[in-house]
């Protein structure tokens, strides 16, 4: 492995807390998480739910991406067809090897056991992992009626540490393999990609994973909104839709870039207001999308403006995910490239300034309060209370996207807003079923619940740090990740274990008590690791607790049992200590 790429990987194992003494393992999630954000720019992503397991052969890494998110389960991929009620799917394959050489037989095996996944050899795969992939593939092709678009695509990443040099044998082994895949008749018509990347290729990936996000477009009819003393500035105007591809398509101009993630809405899919926008784009009436369409809303944190040339530093766009998403999806009508879109972008590294903005650019629609309430003063009290605890203890909140991106912070002790609503939810709120199963139902469930004013921090806090030290657990295999699935109840079942089944008020003293029990516990590894890890062996002794089915920790049934075997939870954990 060369110098570069060694030092990127020890980079990589830094940043997620991996074992670099495991360098295979730790070079297969390196090529996993640079390749699917690649494929679609995914910030937030959980490694072991690329992963096919330990046994799994001839395949590293596998991403199914739904109308472009990342789905995990197939209670994700329902809740995008109750959201969009269609389908746009790529499966994304990874093959990693730390070797020097693209090997003729190992990248045959590759084409093999894709061929073996996609033909339904189901006996080829026997980790748990890989019969998850292999159950989602299937639901998938169950409702091929909603693919509306076009059939799957697949992209296919083998990675080396070597050189790709056109090898015209191994380009016959790729393009004879490809046609075979291609003739299942299952994939779309030119939605087959076969990647070999090196040294070059996969360094470069990295690259954009730690970098800002940057663009350069043509802005040549604008006007100057406003620009005050601290350095916010913000220009309004249009632009056609050849340049607007190059703020939200990467280079490829097939993948979306990650410029949604500080939008509080997730697109609606065909709704009727985006159903008149889709009307008038395949009508291609030029002025009519200009004058009807609220325009883009972005926020950078620097424009630098060259003649007609205009360059966004760590952009976001906080209000247009419908319009975006919909021009994306139609992006190969012909003549749209000269459609008109009404923008606006401001540069300002405030983040007072960037909530207002996005409450009043999207205050036009219905957003629920909950969802507004995430730029609201109490995350920015959350984010500071995380700063007073020190190392060893500390997380970081990041209320926005990539805000700790340049500093050398591990990515696994940063909170996101998501993942606090997961943590504080499963083990507070006793609801760890709803956030096993489809995230973008547990705002409805609990978005009143949390995230109130006079909310002690402490309780948000301990559920982070709780979630922080069961996955290094099972990252460090002290737990076996076999029981990954079950992490969100083990979080619950912690609580009640140390501080109680009834939870106090969340804006009481008495809840400042009762997290400080927890707290105690999650700051003594020891104590902690035999815990969690006696209370994995709990949940597994249960023998109506079946790890095999895929749904059981996303029903509601299973908390319900384990929450009425709580007064038995004691005494077995005390025994087998």
Known sequence: MDSITKKFLEEFCNSFELNKNKESI????????????KENGIVDIKLNDLSTGSNACGIDGIAIIVNNKLVTSISEIQHQIDTNRSLDVNFVFIQAKTSS???????LNFFEFTKSFFENNVQNFDTPEMKNFYEMKNFIYDKAELMITSNPKLSMYYVTTGKWTNSKTLLEVINRNKKELNNLNIFSSKGIKFFPCGADEIQEMYRKTI????????F???????SDEDGTIGYSGIIPFKEYRKIIMDDDGDTLRPVFNDNIRDFLGNNPVNTEIINTLQNLNINSFCMLNNGITIIADKIQITGPKTTLTDYQIVNGCQTTHILYENKDLHGIDELLIPIKIIATKDDETRGKITKATNSQTSIKPEQLEALSDFQKKLEIFYTTFNEGKKLYYERRTGQYRLEAIPKTKIVNISQQIKSVSAMFLNNPHGVSGNYGTIIKDIGDKIFKKNDKEIIYYTSSF?????????????IDKKYNKARYHALMIFRIYISGKKVPPFNSEKIEEYCKKITDILFDDQKCSVIFSKIIDYIVAQKEINFNDRKTFERKETTDFLLKKSSQLKKFIEKSL
């Open 211 to 218: 970098n800002n996000l940057t663009t350069t477009f043509k």
């Open 26 to 37: 730790a070079f297969e999630h390196f090529c996993n998480y640079c390749c699917v954000n």
């Open 220 to 226: 040549e009819k604008y006007i100057l909104m406003f």
């Open 101 to 107: 050489t693209f090997n003729n037989g190992q990248i």
């Open 466 to 478: 709780a979630q922080y030290k069961i996955e290094k657990l099972i990252s460090d295999a002290v």
